[in-house]
């Protein structure tokens, strides 16, 4: 059974940071990434990990936020979304993401709150 589970969010302010977490557990998985969604906008991308190492990010964070992942350790993957200089326009619940090539898979979310 798969399961992803996140931890990490809160409330920071303007120009703070925050590392994000997600341990997938379940299966193998050929990318594991973070998308986004703030209230009344669509479901956004903000970073992917490929097994292989490819990343990719949205303009939007580019510079400022990192994503990595470690290598499995029990059939468990852990992919983290280190996000520096936050801006209030980064609020939004953030959820994990993995491909597992034959299906797509979602956490639950965190809420990530930028605010003064």
């Known amino acids: 059974q798969v399961q992803l589970v996140e931890s990490g969010g809160g409330l920071v302010q303007p120009g703070g940071s925050l590392r994000l977490s997600c341990a997938a557990s379940g299966s193998m998985f050929n990318i594991l990434g973070w998308y986004r969604q703030a209230p009344g906008k669509q479901r956004e991308l903000v970073a992917t990990i490929t097994s292989g190492g490819t990343i990719r990010y949205a303009d939007s964070v580019k510079g400022r936020f990192t994503i990595s992942r470690d290598n499995a350790e029990n059939t468990v993957y852990t992919v983290y979304l280190q996000m520096n200089s936050l801006k209030p326009e980064d609020t939004a619940v953030y959820y994990c993401?993995?491909?597992?090539?034959?299906?797509?898979?979602w956490g639950q979310g965190t809420q990530v709150t930028v605010s003064s």
């Open positions: 993401y993995a491909d597992q090539g034959l299906m797509d898979y």
